[in-house]
């Protein structure tokens, strides 16, 4: 047997698997688009064509809950990024000395995303929340009623959004931990020497050689913010009045409430292809330039 049969033999099982777990329910998923099926009835199903796709895109409710799906993802990513980033820089900054504050750091990512909305859930909602009360015994807010984390339809999309940075700020702040650590202590001393300040050695230093290590978050930690069901789900389900119904949550419905197959076939096309295209221009964006 040639090597390069052998490696071929080794990569079967894995082409295999994915093939039945990812290629065929995507295909499906695609090919059910195109039909008018009920979800009471999945074996009767009527060539519809591009109709689904017409009705998810003109749908008022499908839009908004894409742009609040934009809103919960550029909002959640970015105190991500900063704080992850934050921590990772301090973590390198006092070097060995931050082994304790790494682990207890990444405890969070322990943590199933039901169980860390529920905690949330627990600590925001209403006037009973830990939170409000603790804010109005320190005397900022004068009721533990006065702020409505979960039932203000102004804020609730920012609301849920915070059960999501605490749980993945971890993973962000050691992924770029790791990124400090491969950085070449040379480039920094030759900076130092040449007379560059600690902002410029930042800026001109670690940002470009970070690069790549930021490419793989955003692209990692965007995706997975845009998917997010299970977090929003089970603090708000949605509401109030779909003030938190994002994407994954507007497809979900149109499948179990309404059993509407295909036009939630549509929409979870359209979004598979959005965050595909997504991906790819961060891809192309960020690693091209660092190549360059």
Same mark, same amino acid.
């Given at each position: ?92 900054? $006092?070097?060995?000395? *931050?082994?304790?504050? %790494? ?6 990512? +322990?943590?199933? !995303?039901?169980? #860390? ?75 130092? $020497?040449?007379?560059? *300040?600690?902002?410029? %050695? ?6 470009? +050689?970070?690069? !790549?290590?930021? #490419? ?77």
């Amino acid at each position: 047997m040639t090597e390069r049969r052998f490696v071929l033999l080794m990569l079967l099982p894995a082409v295999l698997f994915l093939g039945f777990m990812v290629a065929y329910p995507v295909a499906l998923l695609v090919y059910n688009s195109f039909f008018d099926v009920k979800l009471i009835d999945p074996a009767s199903r009527v060539w519809v064509g591009l109709a689904n796709y017409a009705e998810v895109l003109t749908s008022k409710r499908m839009l908004e809950s894409a742009i609040r799906t934009l809103k919960y993802s550029a909002f959640a990513l970015s105190f991500e990024l900063l704080f992850g980033f934050g921590a990772a820089l301090l973590f390198s900054a $006092i070097a060995k000395h *931050s082994r304790w504050h %790494r682990t207890i750091f990444a405890l969070p990512l +322990m943590i199933s !995303p039901i169980v #860390a909305g529920l905690l949330w859930r627990f600590l925001l909602v209403g006037n009973i929340g830990i939170l409000n009360h603790g804010l109005a015994a320190l005397g900022i807010i004068h009721d533990p009623g006065a702020i409505k984390w979960l039932s203000d339809t102004d804020i609730v999309i920012y609301s849920v959004a915070v059960a999501d940075i605490w749980l993945t700020t971890s993973f962000v702040a050691l992924v770029s931990y790791a990124g400090l650590m491969n950085i070449p202590k040379d480039l920094f001393e030759a900076a130092r $020497i040449d007379g560059a *300040s600690a902002i410029k %050695r930042f800026w001109y230093v670690t940002l470009p +050689m970070m690069r !790549p290590v930021l #490419a793989v978050v955003v692209i990692v930690r965007g995706i997975d913010a845009l998917k997010t069901f299970d977090l929003i789900w089970i603090q708000t389900q949605g509401g109030p009045r779909q003030a938190s119904e994002v994407l994954s949550m507007n497809i979900y419905q149109r499948m179990v409430r309404y059993g509407d197959l295909g036009q939630a076939s549509a929409s979870a096309t359209l979004f598979l292809v959005f965050m595909i295209a997504l991906a790819g221009l961060a891809y192309w964006k960020i690693w091209r330039t660092d190549r360059g």
